[in-house]
């Protein structure tokens, strides 16, 4: 037996000074700050584009000044580019990525989580799926025009076909995380096999979808140049490779930026999506 | 009365051998009862209870409640997870609501109910949190609200409690037995716990590993003694108490020894 010295409880003593605060050290970045860090960067980049430019260290056939890239901006948004307007151009570009993103997931979806749920779907279409999606769509455009002509439908198919995959894998994962207690909880509650489906698998394989949709987008922009190749006369992606024809690479850079901007603005959005529909990621 | 007779479970190794898991295993949960299975790991008790729950198919043997026949999982049996199984995107009062949402229950009937289930368990303040805001404990309480919403005729329990810090299952057991006393409803409860399994059953089974079996069974009484006095502390430190739990270390103590020497 040990004695007991003292078994008054301790009370903190009265202290003056602030106290020093102390944390443990993290490994890796884990969540410091890198916003500024980004930030100064993106200044600087810019800046030694400006430097290059103006200095003459390239040729300016090559390397516009960014003041004539903005300058361009101003210039194709008046008097549009190639017999269309920017906003055209824009316009014809979202809604093949809009409607092709609509198709994929609207079959991509049921299609992944059948797969994740059914032996004989899983059987029957992973040899078609793993074949193709690693095949990169400028490998099978000739195929698309061959076959579907060189109007919107062959555009949009690529879209599709290149963003189908990555949503029905994600949702097929989504299945496949699925715990067998949450299943079995729910059975135990009374569940029907639709309540489970709907109450249970589908929220289950919500945030491995939207991850799913995340990359599709990043693919479709990809993808959509490739798209745009088919004997078009709208879209960026027209725009850039007719830009590129005639040396214009003011030009070429407006679209890049146009691509860039709305690249950041599709996956800023899919994030506040899952940050309203899945708050709960990587939380429990 | 939910009988279990002649329970056996054999299981297909991955390496083609074949696991007997539970062997010839029979007992009843009488009204009122709560008979805990106590095992080491591996003594097929969490294979007992997935087969009373109806998650899995029994080799040989027959298990009835109240005279109908178990074969699959139902709400007429509420099952406790080791680790809770909670929905992560429903907060807590729609969590212990989903059973009788799936029994088609309107969404005001519904939460009325789990509301009175919340109190129940103490958790009425946190009845719009969600269950990645909740401790373990809380969220066991959650888990048992949740199970008992169907009115099951049966709880029960894998382990409930195994994974929570010693206090909070203190109080946890005790909290336990408040809602037994007051819902009448039988509990088959598994743990690994000596001190547990004495202090929350009217029946223990003793199991021990390979072949699961059962190899000692006590009626016990300490449960009855604490939903009547609520004095723990002294029903911990009374002699009958702590000798039975001698007694049964060294049964499980004897089991594990006989099983290295076989």
Known sequence: MSDIIEARPITASQREAEPKLVR?????????????????????????????????????????RPDEVWTQIGVVYRDGYAGASLSEHIFASLFRIVVAAAIAIVVG????????LNRWAKGILDTPIEFYWPLPPLSYLPLMIIWLGIGETSKITLLVLAMFAPICLSAQAGVRSLPLERVNAARSLGASRLQLFISIVLPSALPEILTGVRIAFGIGWGTLVAAELIASTRGI?????????????DVVFVGIGIIAICAFAF?????????????????? | MLQVDHASV????????????????????????????????????????????????????????????????????????????????????????????????????????????????????????????????MRQRVGIARALAPDPDILLMDEPFGALDSLTREQMQELLVSVWARTD?????????????????????????????????FELDFVHRFAASGDTKSILASPEFTNLREEIRAILHNADDFRSAA
């Open chain 1, 24 to 64: 443990m050290p993290s490994f890796g970045v884990a969540d410091k700050p890198t916003i500024a860090i980004s930030i100064g960067a993106a200044i600087a980049c810019l800046g030694l584009w400006w430097l290059v430019s103006r200095l003459g260290l390239v040729s300016h056939l090559f390397l516009p």
């Open chain 2, 10 to 137: 054999f299981f297909a190794a991955r390496d083609g051998r074949t696991v007997h898991a539970l062997d010839r295993v029979s007992f009843n949960i009488p009204e009122r009862g709560i008979v805990v299975a106590l095992g080491a790991s591996g003594c097929g008790k969490s294979t007992l209870l997935n087969a009373i729950a109806g998650f899995l198919p029994l080799s040989e043997g027959t298990i009835t409640l109240d005279g109908r026949s178990v074969s699959r999982p139902g709400a007429d049996r509420g099952v406790v997870f080791q680790k809770d199984s909670l929905l992560p995107w429903k907060s807590v009062v729609d969590n212990v609501a989903l059973g009788l949402q799936f029994a088609g229950l309107g969404r005001r009937e519904r939460r009325d109910r789990a509301f009175e289930l919340l109190r129940l368990v103490g958790l009425t303040d946190f009845a719009n949190a969600f269950p990645y805001e909740l401790s373990g404990g």
């Open chain 1, 109 to 116: 979806i049921p299609v992944g989580l059948l797969m994740g």
């Open chain 1, 237 to 249: 992606g027209f725009m850039i490779m007719s830009a590129s024809q005639f040396l214009a690479t």
């Open chain 2, 185 to 217: 409803k039988r509990i088959f409860f598994i743990t690994h716990s000596i001190e547990e399994a004495l202090f929350l059953g009217t029946e223990l089974l003793v199991m021990s590993p390979r072949p699961g079996r059962v190899v000692a069974r």
């Open chain 1, 267 to 284: 996956t800023a959005g899919i994030r506040i999506l899952e940050a309203v529909l899945v708050p709960w990621k990587g939380k429990l």
